[in-house]
């Protein structure tokens, strides 16, 4: 049977052995944390493995709204494009409202490199919160605090030699919402508990 693999800790626990981007992130050291692993029944690694795990991400992050980061700062988050997931509290529209103001900024970014390139006059680009937590040249802690008080979780997901592809971490003040929508997710494959981050198998 596929498994997924759950190791949950507090933020300046979970830190001391998560990836780089994770542990660099501005969170309280009480904020939750838990890093995902699944591996198909053949010993594979990786969300990809199977139809029931690949449901398994799926339906999670269909819950979820994906923020496209621009390709300048995927060194700084050292992730994949695509691969930072918001699920906002309900009736709370800050960050959908953010989200699409990044959005807006993202395309006003692109049609001034091309206004640049034939002498056109640039659009005024008005910055937000989420402009400045992605792309400014450092995440404070007010910022990424004030994400998650709007938020129910974040996911970040990476593809690594060790644990296939899709891993992810997901945070939030409380993952307590997470964890309902993570076993209406998880009926078909067997979720297994970790009490250390070194007893989250590997390849």
């Known amino acids: ?49 199977s139809e029931d795990l690949l449901a398994v991400s799926s339906s999670l992050l269909n819950r979820a709204r994906r923020v496209d980061i621009d390709d300048r700062n995927l060194i700084k988050f050292n992730f994949f494009p695509g691969s930072i997931y918001i699920k906002s509290k309900k009736n709370d529209n800050y960050l959908i409202e953010e989200l699409d103001s990044y959005k807006k900024v993202k395309e006003k970014r692109k049609k001034n490199k091309l206004y640049s390139k034939y002498g056109k006059p640039l659009i005024e680009i008005e910055e937000n919160e989420i402009t400045s937590f992605f792309d400014g040249d450092l995440i404070t802690k007010s910022i990424f605090s004030n994400l998650m008080s709007h938020a129910e979780y974040i996911f970040f997901l990476y593809t690594s030699t060790e644990y296939g592809r899709d891993t992810f971490y997901v945070c939030a003040r409380d993952l307590d919402f997470f964890w309902k929508d993570f076993e209406n997710s998880t009926k078909e494959v067997e979720v297994k508990l970790v009490n250390k981050y070194t007893d989250v198998p590997y390849t």
Do not use: C, T, W
Not at 13 to 41: G, W
């Open 1 to 49: 049977m596929d498994k997924v693999f759950v190791y949950k800790e507090r933020f300046d626990e979970l830190s001391k052995h998560s990836h780089d981007a994770i542990s660099m992130l501005p969170a309280l050291k009480d904020d939750q944390f838990a890093f995902i692993v699944a591996q198909n029944s053949q010993g594979d690694f990786g969300f990809n493995k």
